[in-house]
């Protein structure tokens, strides 16, 4: 029933399952180690805030506040690198509680993982680094697709939580009351990203400090128009609620447009879905009809590298198609 896989396929699939759980399996039980750690150091650090006045107390409040407190020296490390920050950037825009470090971790042990398994198949050295690169890119691709899915949502429930701030500001309440408001009356993640901005100005961080930090972690750029209009209000005065109902109607026009264009490129996205997957649905059925036919392609050297070559190029004409297809406005 199975004599169309190769004739090592169940090795390298015990292969593979072993290394990713033991990899993914260390990784969570780091975070969490970490977990127990951040709060047995931030029970004992408000112990000391209880229990002592004065300077000594100041001291102990100031080590509360301090994140790096409770960072490893491997994870203090790694937050110093440019590109890490940016990848912790992208974890919190994502609304995953991972670490960089445990983000890391996963994508090298599940490279390592498909690397183990391709050599084992393939028994050559293109087929195991085209697998272990695919491997580690593959937990960014997740990541990055969860953040487009989460600014996706927050994007659609923009415009009705711009038209319930507005009617709160013209129901006599001040802005920060209308964005507590947002916040408990939308859905996620609006109501998240809304609370945010209420609690850090609640504790004592400026407004304005907490308007760009939305507009950091949601990368839109309706946010970004948002942020600049409450901004300049503040600045130079006028009707706070005629400004944001502007913005409402111009976020819609957007998403009418926007919707316009995806009707239009139909036809494109189709035509990419095809040319990706007709290929491989067709190297399937062959290789179930007659297995000895496709088999020289699993068996001979030159066979194993055109497949590399083919899943390569196939990869990246998908990708130029979805590039052509999507218009930004």
């Known amino acids: 029933m199975l004599d169309f896989l190769p004739p090592n396929w169940l090795p390298a699939l015990v292969v593979f399952l072993a290394v990713g759980m033991a990899v993914v399996s260390l ?57 890490v920050r940016d990848l912790k950037v992208l974890l919190e825009q994502a609304d995953l509680a991972w670490t960089p470090g445990t983000f890391l971790t996963i994508s090298i042990g599940l490279g390592a993982a498909l690397s183990a398994s391709a050599f084992i198949l393939a028994q050559s050295a293109i087929p195991t680094v085209l697998a272990g690169l695919a491997g580690m890119v593959f937990p960014l691709m997740y990541v990055k697709r969860l953040k487009k899915r989460r600014i996706r949502r927050f994007e659609e429930q923009f415009p009705e939580a711009i038209d319930l701030l507005g009617r709160s500001i013209r129901a006599g309440h001040a802005f920060p009351t209308g964005l507590k408001v947002v916040a408990e009356e939308s859905p ?115 066979g194993k590298v055109l497949i590399a070559a083919a899943a390569i190029l196939q990869f990246l004409g998908f990708l130029l198609i979805r590039r052509i297809i999507d218009i930004e406005i």
Do not use: H, W
């Not at 150091?41 to 506040?65: K, N, T, Y």
């Not at 972690?217 to 942020?227: A, G, K, M, P, S």
């Open 27 to 83: 990784a969570f039980l780091g975070e969490s180690l970490r977990e127990v750690r951040r709060r047995r150091d931030f029970r004992r650090q408000l112990e000391a805030v209880a229990g002592r006045d004065g300077p000594a107390g100041d001291s102990a409040l100031a080590s509360v506040l301090r994140d790096r407190e409770n960072e490893s020296a491997f994870e203090s490390v790694l937050t110093s690198l440019p590109q």
């Open 188 to 302: 996620e993640p609006m109501s998240t990203e809304f609370q945010q901005i209420f609690d850090e100005q609640k504790f004592g961080l400026p407004l304005d400090e907490s308007l760009l930090g939305l507009a950091d972690r949601i990368d839109l750029v309706d946010v970004r128009i948002f942020v600049t209009a409450i901004l300049i209000q503040r600045e130079v005065g006028g009707n706070l609620a005629e400004i944001l109902d502007k913005i409402s109607y111009t976020i819609r026009e957007r998403f009418t447009l926007q919707r316009q264009i995806r009707v239009y490129t139909a036809q494109g996205r189709l035509t990419g879905y095809i040319l990706a997957g007709l290929p491989i649905l067709l190297g399937l059925a062959i290789t179930a009809l007659n297995p000895t036919y496709m088999a020289i392609l699993f068996e001979e050297p030159m």
